[in-house]
């Protein structure tokens, strides 16, 4: 049974942008902290950002005032609007819990490259 599917990623030129989304099953979703993360070729996975599921978000330092994570409780859905997109932003990235994880989905990739 997938319980997150990630989508959004594509190509796109340094100072772009792109908006992921991860739709997840209710039960995973529901109340609970959500965070996106990325992992780059040859990297540990790392936390992006995550938001409350009253809507609070926070950010790791090397994305803060360039991303902005979100969600709609009724659609079981996160987002993520990504701007003045950077080469270093180039990873796969994935939604899970922020806490007790689930199996991770597939993940989206996002290229950032002139």
């Known amino acids: 049974q997938v319980q997150l599917v990630e989508s959004g990623g594509g190509l796109v030129q340094p100072g772009g942008s792109l908006r992921l989304s991860c739709v997840a099953s209710?039960?995973?979703?529901?109340?609970?902290?959500m965070g996106w993360y990325r992992q780059a070729p040859g990297k540990q996975r790392e936390l992006v950002a995550h938001?409350?599921?009253?809507?609070?978000?926070s950010y790791a330092d090397s994305v803060k005032g360039r991303f902005t994570i979100s969600r709609d409780n009724a659609k079981n859905t996160v987002y993520l609007q990504m701007g003045s997109l950077k080469p270093e932003d180039t990873a796969a990235y994935y939604c899970n819990r922020l806490h007790q994880r689930a199996d991770w989905g597939r993940g989206t990739q996002v290229t950032v490259s002139s």
């Open positions: 938001i409350t599921g009253d809507g609070r978000g």
């Open positions: 209710r039960s995973l979703f529901s109340g609970y902290t």
